[in-house]
């Protein structure tokens, strides 16, 4: 069975598992890391938004053998880290929201958020409503006034 290495929330992994396999059953199955939620698994509802290089993605949709060993992938669970703190301020941010209904697109969405605020600033620009008008993740409980808020709020924070 061919190995594959990556960098995992700031740490090597290396997994026996076939080129095949998405990423997303690694990181959930082999790995233990349930942070992304398993909605769709074709990229459609974002449920499972991580970030590879610092970038948003979808390892639903994305076969281990596309997976560098020099790609760093983070999950909600990597994600307090890349600040040095307990929660990321957009955690921080959806808990001073109360964003969360049934919670279960709510790892997703704040990837998503944290990518999208990173995306904006790297063209030198703050967070705008049309930035937030293209976050697609699919929340069914409707929660998506208070995500909107809680982005906002987020990004003022790192």
């Not at 904006?120 to 409707?142: K, S, Y």
Request: hydrophobic share 35%; proline share 6%; aromatic share 6%.
């Amino acid at each position: 069975m061919p190995q594959h290495t990556f960098i995992l929330n700031g740490k090597p992994v290396t997994v026996d598992v076939e080129d095949d396999v998405r990423l997303l059953w690694v990181l959930r199955d082999v790995l233990g890391v349930t942070g992304p939620k398993y909605g769709c698994g074709l990229g459609v509802c974002q449920a499972c938004t991580s970030h590879i290089n610092g970038k948003a993605f979808n390892p639903c949709s994305v076969p281990l053998k596309d997976v560098r060993p020099d790609d760093e992938v983070t999950t909600i669970e990597g994600l307090p880290a890349t600040v040095g703190k307990d929660l990321h301020p957009m955690q921080e941010a959806w808990l001073e929201y109360d964003v969360a209904q049934c919670g279960y697109c709510q790892p997703g969405q704040i990837m998503a958020a944290v990518a999208k605020v990173k995306q904006a600033r790297a063209t030198g620009r703050e967070i705008t409503e049309a930035d937030l008008d293209e976050i697609r993740n699919v929340c069914r409980c409707g929660t998506y006034h208070r995500i909107r808020e809680a982005i906002v709020e987020g990004a003022k924070h790192f």
